[in-house]
C-alpha cells in the first residue's frame, strides 16, 4: 500500500472549486515537507505546491496563479489543495508527496526531494 492517500477528485465542470486531500496510509513518518504534483495524458509530472512544516512556508507552480491554496490539514502529516476557479487543463492525476531527509524542504519543486508518493487521485473538469 502507498504510504499516502490522496482523495476528493472527481469529474468537475470549468469554473467549480474543488479540495484535494492526502492523509498518511497508516505508517508512522516525520515529514519536512509535503506537496503536490499532477500529471496529464501524455505529459511529464509537474510540481503544483508544498509546504515547508518548519516554518509553514509555501512554494506554488506560477501557473497557479492564485488559483490553488496548499495547507495543513488536521492530523500530523496531512495536506489539503484547494482549487479554484478550475479549468480543463487543470485535468490530470494529482500526486501527494512526503519528503523526509533534512534537505528535502531545500528544494521542493523537485521530484527527487520526496521519499513518499500516492497512488493519485485523478481529477477531471469539463468545459
Known amino acids: 500500500q502507498a504510504p499516502l492517500v490522496e482523495s476528493g477528485g472527481g469529474l468537475v465542470q470549468a469554473g467549480s472549486s474543488m479540495t484535494l486531500s492526502c492523509t498518511p496510509s497508516g505508517r508512522s513518518f516525520n515529514s519536512v515537507v509535503m506537496g503536490w504534483f499532477r500529471q496529464a495524458p501524455g505529459e511529464r509530472r509537474e510540481f503544483v505546491a508544498a509546504i515547508r512544516w518548519r516554518n509553514d512556508r509555501t512554494i506554488y507552480a506560477d501557473f497557479v496563479k492564485g488559483r490553488f491554496t496548499v495547507s495543513r490539514g488536521d492530523a500530523k502529516n496531512t495536506l489539503n489543495l484547494r482549487v479554484n476557479f478550475l479549468k480543463p487543463e487543470d485535468s490530470a492525476v494529482y500526486y501527494c508527496?512526503?519528503?523526509?531527509?533534512?534537505?528535502?524542504?531545500?528544494?521542493?519543486?523537485?521530484?527527487?526531494?520526496?521519499?513518499?508518493w500516492g497512488q493519485g487521485t485523478q481529477v477531471t473538469v469539463s468545459s
Open positions: 508527496a512526503a519528503g523526509l531527509r533534512s534537505d528535502s524542504g531545500a528544494y521542493p519543486t523537485l521530484e527527487a526531494s520526496y521519499d513518499y
